[in-house]
C-alpha cells in the first residue's frame, strides 16, 4: 500500500467578502465565524474527539473564531452522528463533524449506510500515522517479539482496535503482519467503539497489543503506560522519535490516516468557503503548531473538490486492498 502524498494548498482568504450570515461577525474588515460546534462520532478519548477539540483550541486561541463547543455521538461505526447531521441539515449550519479514513471503508463493507458523498465536504485537514502498541508490562520489547509470539500461536495472538473487523484498525494490523511476511488473516482481532475503549481494553489486559492512531499512543506512551513497537511511517516522527518505525525493522507497512471535517448536506457554497477559508488560516498560527506538534499530526490542506478526488482515490485503493485481504 502506497504512502497517501500529503499536500498543503494555502487559500487567500475572502478579505472583502461583503456575505452576511446568522452566527457570523466582521473583524477587521474580514468575514468571521463567531462559533464552530463540533460534532464527533466516537466517544471522548479517541483520534476523532483529539482532532476536533485540537481544532477548536487553536481556532479560538488565535482569534479565528469566537467559540468551539462538542458533542460526542456514539454508535453504529459512526453511522449514528452521520445519519444525525444528515436528517437534521436544516439546523446543522454551524455544525463540522469531524472524520477520517473509516468514513471509506465502513460505506465499502456496508456497516454505515451514508459515504462522504452525502454530506458536504469541508477539507481534509491532517494525517495521523499508526502504531502498533503493548502496554508498557508487556513481555515484548521489540516488534520481532511480538512476531516470535504471533508464530507460534497466531490464534491466540489478540490484536484490538477502535473499529470493526474489517475496519482501519484490523486493516492497519494486517498491512503489517503482511509486511512481515506473516499471515495478515490469522490473528484474533477485537473490535471496539472508539479509540479511548481499546485503549482501556489494552491497559486490561483484555488484548496483547493494540492497533491505533500514533496520536493516540504518544501521551500514554509519554507517561509511561504503554511501548509503541512501531509507526506506520516512512522515518520517525519529531513529535514522539523514540519511538522506532516499521520501516527500520525490516516491515514494509506504510499508512496515513487522514483527519477532516464535513457539514450537512446542502450548505450554502459561500459558508462552504468561508469554512474553508477559516481552516487554511489556521496552519499559519502559533497556536495551530503546538497542537498539531502536540498530537504528532501531519499537516494536509485537501478542500472542496480535491478533498473529493482525494477520497475517491483512497475508496478504489483501500477497496483494492480489503479485496485482497479477503475484508470484502
Not at 246 to 274: C, H, S, Y
Amino acid at each position: 500500500m502506497t504512502t497517501f502524498t500529503l499536500t498543503r494548498r494555502v487559500m487567500v482568504a475572502a478579505a472583502a467578502a461583503s456575505i452576511s450570515f446568522a452566527g457570523m461577525a466582521q473583524a477587521d474588515g474580514h468575514q468571521k465565524l463567531d462559533s464552530i460546534h463540533f460534532l464527533v462520532p466516537g466517544g471522548a478519548g479517541g483520534g476523532w474527539d483529539g482532532t476536533a477539540r485540537g481544532t477548536g483550541e487553536a481556532l479560538v486561541n488565535s482569534g479565528l473564531i469566537g467559540t468551539a463547543t462538542y458533542e460526542n455521538m456514539s454508535g453504529g461505526g459512526g453511522g449514528v452522528a452521520i445519519a444525525n447531521l444528515i436528517e437534521n441539515a436544516q439546523s446543522s449550519d454551524g455544525t463540522l463533524m469531524v472524520n477520517s479514513t473509516p468514513i471509506v471503508i465502513r460505506a465499502l463493507t456496508g456497516e454505515i449506510s451514508q459515504s462522504f458523498r452525502d454530506l458536504t465536504l469541508i477539507a481534509g485537514t491532517v494525517g495521523d500515522y499508526a502504531a502498533l502498541v503493548v502496554s508498557a508490562d508487556s513481555p515484548w520489547q521489540s516488534m520481532e517479539d511480538a512476531l516470535a509470539e504471533y508464530r507460534t500461536n497466531p490464534a491466540d495472538f489478540a490484536i484490538g482496535g477502535g473499529s470493526v473487523p474489517g475496519g482501519m484498525d484490523h486493516l492497519v494490523a494486517a498491512i503489517v503482519m503482511q509486511g512481515a511476511g506473516e499471515d495478515p488473516t490469522a490473528f484474533n482481532y477485537i473490535g471496539y467503539d472508539a479509540g479511548g475503549e481499546a485503549m482501556a481494553g489494552l491497559l486490561s489486559g483484555e488484548i496483547d497489543a493494540l492497533s491505533t492512531g500514533f496520536s493516540e499512543a504518544i501521551a500514554l506512551a509519554s507517561q509511561g503506560e504503554v511501548r509503541i513497537l512501531g509507526v506506520t511511517a516512512p522515518e520517525r516522527v519529531p513529535a514522539y522519535d523514540a519511538a522506532p518505525t516499521f520501516a527500520e525493522q525490516g516491515i514494509t507497512a506504510d499508512f496515513v490516516n487522514w483527519r477532516g471535517f464535513f457539514a450537512a448536506p446542502g450548505m450554502a457554497a459561500d459558508k462552504v468557503a468561508l469554512y474553508q477559508e477559516t481552516l487554511a488560516a489556521m496552519y499559519d498560527t502559533p497556536e495551530w503548531e503546538a497542537v498539531r506538534s502536540r498530537m504528532g499530526l501531519v499537516n494536509i490542506y485537501k478542500p472542496g473538490a480535491e478533498f473529493e478526488a482525494f477520497l475517491e482515490a483512497q475508496e478504489k485503493q483501500i477497496g483494492d486492498l480489503m479485496r485482497e485481504l479477503g475484508f470484502l
